[in-house]
C-alpha cells in the first residue's frame, strides 16, 4: 500500500445509518452497521489523506487519525456534509440515508389506543444527489447503491441521476455482501466503465475505490 497516494487530500466519508424520530422514545432506521464506511475512513487515513467521517448512530470506534462529526437525523447528516464538503477533494457516501421521516416528531411519547395507528412520512433531502448538483470542478464524488434487482441498470440510472463519478453497487442478495459484514460483492462503476469484482474486504474496497478516484482526477 502506498501510504503517500493521498497526501495532501481531503477526505469526506458519510457512514452507517440515520434515525428519525417519533416521538422522544422511539424512531425509524435500517440496518446499516457503518463498517463499510469506518473501512473506507480507515483506508484513507493509511493512504495519508487527511479524513472526516460524518457518522450515524454505530457501534465502532473512529479509526484513529480520523476527524468525526457525529449526526443522528438525515437532516442533520444533510447539514453536516453540506458544512465539511467545502473543504473536501473526494467525497464518499457510504450512508444509509432514511428516505423518509415521520411528518412530526411528536413532544411526547405517542400513546397507545384501541385504535390502529397511522403514521405519515415524509421525503428526507437526498444528500448524494444535492452533492453532486454542488460539486466543484476538482471535486470527485462516490456514491452507493443497494439493490436487489437489475443491479447494473439501476445503479447506472443512479450515478447519472446523483451526478456521481464513480457508484459502488451492491446486491443485498449475494451471500458476503451488505449490512454487517466485513466483506462485500459490489460492481464498480464510472462513466465509461463497469466491473463485477468478487468478494472482497471492505477495507480493501475502500483502497480500490480511493484509487480509482485519484486515477480518475489524474485523466480530467
Ligand atoms: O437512491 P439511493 O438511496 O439508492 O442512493 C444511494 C446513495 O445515495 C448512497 O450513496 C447514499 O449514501 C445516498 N443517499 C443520500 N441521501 C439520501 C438517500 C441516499 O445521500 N436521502
Known amino acids: ?33 457503518g463498517k463499510q464506511g469506518y473501512a473506507i475512513a480507515k483506508a484513507a487515513k493509511r493512504m495519508g489523506a487527511e479524513v472526516t ?4 448512530p454505530v457501534h465502532l470506534p473512529i479509526p484513529e487519525g480520523v476527524k468525526p462529526v457525529f449526526v443522528t437525523s438525515a437532516q ?7 458544512e465539511e464538503s467545502v473543504q473536501a477533494d473526494y467525497i464518499i ?7 423518509y421521516r415521520p411528518a412530526v416528531a411528536a ?9 390502529d395507528l397511522v403514521l405519515k412520512m415524509v421525503r428526507n433531502p437526498d444528500i448524494l444527489a ?48 451488505g449490512f454487517q459484514t466485513d466483506t462485500n460483492v459490489v460492481t464498480i462503476m464510472t462513466q465509461d466503465h463497469l466491473e463485477h ?3 472482497i474486504a471492505k477495507e480493501d474496497l ?13 485523466e480530467r
Open 53 to 56: 467521517l460524518v457518522s450515524g
Open 107 to 115: 413532544q411526547d411519547k405517542i400513546k397507545k389506543t384501541g385504535e
Open 93 to 99: 457516501m457510504a450512508a444509509a440515508v432514511a428516505d
Open 130 to 177: 444535492w452533492i453532486g448538483q454542488h460539486k466543484a470542478p476538482n471535486q470527485i464524488v462516490c456514491g452507493f447503491a443497494m439493490e436487489t434487482r437489475d443491479l447494473d441498470q439501476n445503479a447506472r440510472e443512479k450515478m447519472i441521476k446523483k451526478n456521481c463519478d464513480l457508484l459502488i453497487a451492491n446486491n443485498l442478495k449475494t451471500p458476503g455482501a
Open 197 to 199: 469484482l468478487p468478494k
Open 76 to 82: 442533520e447528516m444533510f447539514t453536516a456534509m453540506k
Open 1 to 33: 500500500l502506498d501510504e503517500s497516494l493521498l497526501e495532501g487530500k481531503r477526505v469526506l466519508i458519510s457512514a452507517g445509518p440515520t434515525q428519525e424520530s417519533l416521538d422522544p422514545v422511539r424512531y425509524i432506521t435500517n440496518h446499516s452497521s
Open 206 to 218: 475502500g483502497v480500490l475505490i480511493l484509487k480509482t478516484m485519484k486515477e480518475i482526477e489524474k
